[in-house]
């Protein structure tokens, strides 16, 4: 049967997100398909397996003969494949998302020259959620780098946006969220100063968000840091954050050698003439 006459295969390809990765899980359990479906339509070449259960779709020309130039798989359409499944897990939010410098770049909050040829991407992850091979296998032409994390103590949903990649959507951390979780990967994958030029672009971050998750990060850490850093950036919505709520446990924290130290959030923050010495 052409592809002309199979309905199943049309309509496949039709609702297929361009530029888009799909896990048979996917097409089996949310769009109807089945295996039978998958192994006949790789066969014929309509659509192409890149890993153990994950596709994508080749498309088609006028006359129905699947096309054969080489499509650039992008590491955003396999965070999408991945977020997809958060759906069909009855989870109110992503497994894996977009999140902490990653984020803030996406929303033009950070504006750092790397020194590597390829994009450095952060990816937050559930604890429990194992990263599928097809996306650690694949090369994605970025450093791909994986941070299991449990920072808040409730799912917040509100504290994702979407970022539109022109065929599909993935949800990524807000600012706020987002600067937390570059908080947390201090001082071993971010430097505290870093974080304070990344906290000195945040002058637009809401009072009411930030309030909410800070009383509920499980890190005491993150909690001063951010507190710290907001204070000698002198953001004025730190005047508007309910700090009463947050518990900021007891003692010094020291994050890094040679830094300045904050006496009211008992602390280490970046040297600065602005820090409170």
């Known amino acids: 049967m052409g592809i002309l006459k199979d309905k199943k295969i049309n309509q496949l390809i039709q609702s297929w997100p361009k530029d888009a990765i799909l896990t048979s899980e996917w097409i089996i359990h949310k769009m109807g398909y089945t295996k039978s479906h998958l192994q006949k339509y790789s066969r014929s070449g309509w659509i192409k397996l890149i890993g153990k259960g994950a596709y994508v779709c080749t498309g088609i020309d006028n006359q129905g003969i699947p096309l054969k130039k080489k499509q650039k798989i992008e590491w955003q359409s396999g965070v999408y494949a991945m977020q997809a499944l958060r759906l069909n897990q009855k989870?109110?939010?992503?497994?894996?998302?977009?999140?902490?410098?990653?984020?803030?770049?996406?929303?033009?909050?950070?504006?750092?020259?790397?020194?590597?040829?390829?994009?450095?991407?952060?990816?937050f992850v559930q604890p429990t959620y194992r990263v599928p091979n097809w996306f650690k296998k694949n090369n994605w032409e970025a450093n791909i780098h994986f941070f299991p994390?449990?920072?808040?103590?409730?799912?917040?949903?509100?504290?994702f946006i979407e970022?539109?990649?022109?065929?599909?959507?993935?949800?990524?951390?807000?600012?706020?969220?987002a600067i937390m979780e570059v908080l947390y990967l201090c001082p071993k994958h971010e430097s505290l100063d870093h974080a304070k030029l990344l906290m000195e672009n945040l002058a637009g971050l809401r009072p009411k968000m930030v309030s909410t998750l800070l009383q509920y990060c499980t890190s005491v850490k993150v909690k001063r840091l951010f507190l710290a850093l907001a204070d000698i950036c002198n953001h004025a919505w730190l005047s508007d954050v309910d700090v009463k709520n947050i518990d900021l446990g007891s003692g010094?924290?020291?994050?890094?050698?040679?830094q300045?130290?904050?006496?009211?959030?008992?602390?280490?923050?970046?040297?600065?003439?602005?820090?409170?010495?």
């Open 163 to 177: 970022k539109d990649w022109g065929g599909f959507a993935t949800l990524m951390s807000c600012p706020e969220r």
């Open 252 to 258: 010094k924290r020291f994050i890094e050698a040679g």
């Open 260 to 277: 300045a130290f904050h006496p009211e959030y008992q602390i280490s923050i970046p040297k600065t003439e602005e820090a409170k010495n």
């Open 149 to 159: 994390s449990r920072l808040f103590s409730k799912p917040f949903p509100d504290s």
């Open 91 to 123: 989870a109110t939010t992503p497994l894996v998302h977009i999140g902490g410098r990653s984020a803030l770049e996406l929303k033009g909050l950070a504006h750092f020259l790397s020194m590597s040829s390829k994009q450095s991407v952060s990816l």
